[in-house]
């Protein structure tokens, strides 16, 4: 493999996936500390009958049809689990809203898309990150850059997009956000319009999802959302710079993921061998988290420093 | 393209005259519904219902592995009770690493985690069967969406065999999952074994997807679980009476669910199951609110309590 | 005299089900004052009214500009990442307004918060180390650190800390109350109520009665509030219990 080989073939995948990564990362933070993280789950689930009826009413699988239509049958699951789970538990109405959203969408796609029509569920399911080609990279003297930016894949200015717009409302609106997350009830008495922030974290949370499902696959964006943060959670007791270090780690598991995906099995195997990236990138960091997780249990047991910090002063 | 009805075929399914094919795939999907409604009702109470989602996830590398063991021990024979059992296996391994997790992190993200971590294995694992050039690899995907038209006596016995074990259990501890689900604190001083007790419980719910996603899919069984009980909980509030009606409507919607995909062409059952529970539910709720709001429609006397 | 507050018939329903009558009550200004009642009387609901979050029928005349809410210690997540100098920061939060950093100056103040109660050691300690009592502890520091609030709402601040703490949080509510403050205070014992309050609401959905605690606490009362058999406490003088925590 050499240099120009992974610009043409390997960069526009793996430029995808570490921006979503990166976008995901913002909002998974939020998500973690408000102990919601399965709700991406749900939301990644909602997605598939706003985009089966906006593939219906425009025919063609564009990338702008595709957002609007998954944005809005999100938005309204969404609003359906907050009214619901004044009644009942809240994980439970998730779990129903998203499974009878996903089951609505197998049944539209069943009844009025056409099997012969380019609608493949798989690529929704597993992530279509090996089908993302950036055709006018190219390495040395033919490289053009109106050439490469005209034939750029339509995730890649959205994505940039979002995590642009995400980090600077993180920073600005950092403190009110800690407020919110913390303790609802106090910030809606105390600081003007803080509902909004409540409810546009959640919209948020849901723009990213959308955003980033096709690359990494419907279920796997959990994985992206929720990996970085918890590896970030284990060092930091800060939300500030946990956002930064789960940046530094999905940078860290995309890179390492997408290698072991697309590499090792073509050193090994042969050529043609390849793993999904999504699924690799994903299992990866899980089993990082889960070792490093121990190595802090295992430390906890055996060291007198925790000890020390958890006593209870006798104040 | 639009689907061709015939509603005596629906007339034919639910009465099971429709034929002797039917009649097992019908028979099994109202096992299913039974079992979901119980299970979905106990895990309800224990606050738990988002455990079925990622051990449901979980069956995917087991299914994965199940394939490859019968693709390189057993001659490529597709021999649904390996497939079935490798399912099984992943949930319960899920479900030892979650336990885990769950003492060293908060509930949602070991959840999250487990799901993310046995998902993304199981999409590595069968991207990998694809690149196997040898196999009948066809019909991996059913799992992920269900295909139940397919099931054949083998499988329905499989799944009774399944529901058996979730009946005998629930039935014979009936009162230690009352307790279990009222308050495990309480439980707990009583001397009963609740780590025990809350296994059990989660094995139990293991069974139900392991037997489930074959008929249903790993991501609408989700539905069959929480629908029923969501739906009991608002029409009863007397703990037995709310399991049975939980495990009605359970095997109510299964019934009508593929009976309706019977006569229904390109109407998939998983689908018309789910969305037949969520009508049920949304009459349900009507039905609470404008009972809660007019006073009783019921001619039953419940006593509201005004402390 | 002009009160504090003053709320007419008001009521609050929670979905469909009526969480608290209508009731009228009428607060004094600068004093201790307690919020008494059984178990799902309304207390706390009373409270989410005054304070916004709940929405509610009925009017309600306010005749403060500023006040400070202290939820329940049990509301919030404290495994939060979040050390207690953070919180206590976060009372700073409205005053200071969307946009802008907090200075110096606020972090000093929320650092004296702190030290008001007794907890500035503890300054840096992520939340999630705490005791029941610092928790609490925090807390307070939170909605004391505005010093522009006039009226200062808790839910239930003495439920379960030591009596250390409530030593602490005894002297708070004298130097508030030195300051012109008023105080209004979810509380459960009826029989210390009388060390830490002057002014007592009786409710039990509807107000049953409301004025001098000491006469609030009436055999009368008590048994509309909590039913026949309850034991009228004994009122006796504090200073008892001050020596106590004072010599230890």
């Known amino acids: 493999m050499t240099f120009s080989d992974f610009w043409q073939v390997d960069f526009g995948p793996l430029i995808s996936a570490l921006l979503s990564a990166l976008c995901c990362n913002v909002g998974g ?22 985009m089966v009826v906006a593939f219906m009413m425009s025919g063609e699988i564009n990338f702008f049809n595709i957002f609007w239509g998954a944005l809005g049958a999100s938005l309204s699951g969404i609003w359906l689990v907050e009214v619901l789970s004044r009644r009942h538990d809240r994980s439970a109405v998730l779990g129903m809203v998203f499974s009878a959203w996903f089951a609505l969408g197998i049944l539209l796609l069943e009844l009025f898309v056409d099997s012969k029509v380019h609608f493949d569920v798989n690529h929704i399911l597993f992530g279509s990150l090996e089908s993302i080609y950036w055709l006018g990279l190219r390495a040395g003297d033919t490289f053009d850059l109106s050439i490469a930016l005209a034939n750029m ?7 940039i997009g979002i995590l642009c717009i995400s980090m600077i409302l993180f920073m600005v609106f950092y403190k009110e956000i800690l407020l919110v997350s913390f303790n609802y009830n106090y910030a809606r008495c105390h600081v003007k319009y803080s509902s909004f922030l409540y409810y546009g974290i959640s919209v948020f949370v849901t723009m990213t999802v959308v955003a980033a499902f096709k690359i990494i696959g419907l279920i796997m964006i959990l994985g992206m959302f929720i990996i970085p943060p918890l590896l970030a959670s284990f060092f930091s007791n800060n939300l500030f710079s946990r956002n930064l270090l789960g940046m530094v780690f999905a940078l860290f598991i995309c890179i390492a993921g997408y290698s072991i995906a697309v590499y090792v099995p073509a050193y090994y195997l042969g050529e043609e061998f390849s793993l999904n990236v999504g699924g690799t990138i994903v299992s990866f960091g899980a089993i990082l988290s889960l070792i490093i997780v121990s190595i802090k249990q295992i430390l906890f047991l055996y060291s007198n420093r925790y000890d020390n910090t958890l006593k209870i002063s006798n104040i | 393209m ?80 390996v497939i079935l059992g490798g399912a099984l296996f992943t949930v319960v391994l899920a479900l030892g690493v979650m336990r885990l997790l769950e003492r060293w992190m908060r509930q949602d993200a070991a959840l999250s985690l487990t799901l993310s971590g046995f998902y993304g294995g199981g999409v590595v694992l069968l991207s990998y069967i694809q690149t196997i050039p040898s196999g009948t690899k066809a019909g991996l995907e059913y799992f992920l969406l269900g295909q139940s038209a397919t099931i054949n006596l083998a499988e329905t016995t499989l799944i009774s065999s399944g529901a058996l074990v979730v009946f005998v259990a629930y039935f014979a501890l009936y009162k230690e999952w009352k307790l279990l689900c009222f308050d495990q604190k309480y439980a707990a001083a009583l001397g009963y074994n609740i780590n025990l007790l809350d296994l059990l419980l989660t094995i139990l719910a293991c069974i139900t997807i392991a037997v489930g996603i074959r008929s249903m899919g790993l991501i609408l069984i989700m539905g069959i679980i929480t629908i029923p009980a969501l739906t009991a909980s608002l029409l009863v509030k007397n703990w037995s009476a709310f399991i049975l009606t939980s495990a009605l409507i359970g095997a109510i919607s299964a019934h009508i669910g593929v009976s309706i995909s019977a006569g229904l062409d390109d109407v998939p059952s998983g689908s018309a199951i789910i969305l037949f529970g969520m009508l049920f539910y949304f009459t349900a709720l009507i039905w609470r609110t404008l009972h809660d709001r007019y006073g009783n429609l019921w001619a039953r006397h419940e006593t509201r309590q005004d402390n | 005299m002009k009160y504090l507050l003053e709320c007419k018939n008001l009521s609050v329903d929670y979905g469909l089900h009526k969480a608290l009558g209508p009731l009228s009550v009428k607060l004094p200004k600068n004093s201790k004052i307690a919020m008494l009642g059984p178990n799902g009387a309304g207390k706390s609901t009373l409270l989410k009214a005054l304070t916004g979050v709940t929405s509610y029928k009925g009017s309600l005349i306010k005749n403060y500009s500023s006040f400070s809410y202290t939820e329940q210690r049990q509301e919030v997540d404290w495994d939060f990442p979040v050390t207690c100098h953070g919180v206590a920061e976060m009372g700073l939060y409205a005053k200071v307004g969307w946009f802008r950093p907090l200075n110096k100056q606020h972090k000093k103040m929320a650092y004296d918060a702190l030290a008001k109660l007794g907890i500035e050691d503890l300054a840096d300690r992520p939340i999630s180390q705490l005791s029941v009592g610092q928790q609490q502890r925090v807390f307070l520091a939170r909605s004391i650190v505005n010093e522009e609030a006039e009226l200062f709402l808790f839910d239930e601040p003495l439920a379960g800390v030591d009596l250390k703490t409530s030593e602490v949080i005894y002297k708070l509510f004298d130097d508030l109350i030195s300051k012109g403050k008023s105080i209004v205070c979810v509380h459960h014992n009826l029989y210390d109520a009388a060390d830490y309050f002057d002014h007592g609401i009786l409710i039990n959905h509807h107000l049953i009665a409301q004025g001098d605690l000491t006469k609030v606490l009436s055999k009368k009362n008590l048994e509309s509030a909590y039913g026949a058999g309850i034991a009228v406490p004994q009122f006796k003088k504090r200073n008892k219990v001050t020596k106590v925590a004072s010599a230890a």
Request: charged share 10%.
């Open chain 1, 29 to 50: 933070n939020l998500l973690l500390v408000r102990n919601q993280s399965m709700t991406v789950d749900a939301v990644s689930h909602m997605v598939l009958p706003g």
């Open chain 1, 153 to 159: 894949p339509a995730d890649i200015p959205i994505l």
């Open chain 2, 2 to 81: 639009q689907p061709s009805v015939n509603l005596l075929d629906i007339w034919y399914s639910l009465t099971f005259s429709y034929s002797y094919n039917a009649s097992i795939v019908c028979l099994a999907l109202i096992f299913q519904g039974l079992i979901s409604g119980i299970i979905g009702g106990l895990l309800l109470h224990r606050r738990k219902a988002l455990l079925t989602d990622t051990l449901s996830h979980a069956t995917l590398p087991g299914v994965g592995i199940g394939f490859l063991i019968s693709l390189f021990f057993m001659d490529g024979a597709r021999e649904e009770w």
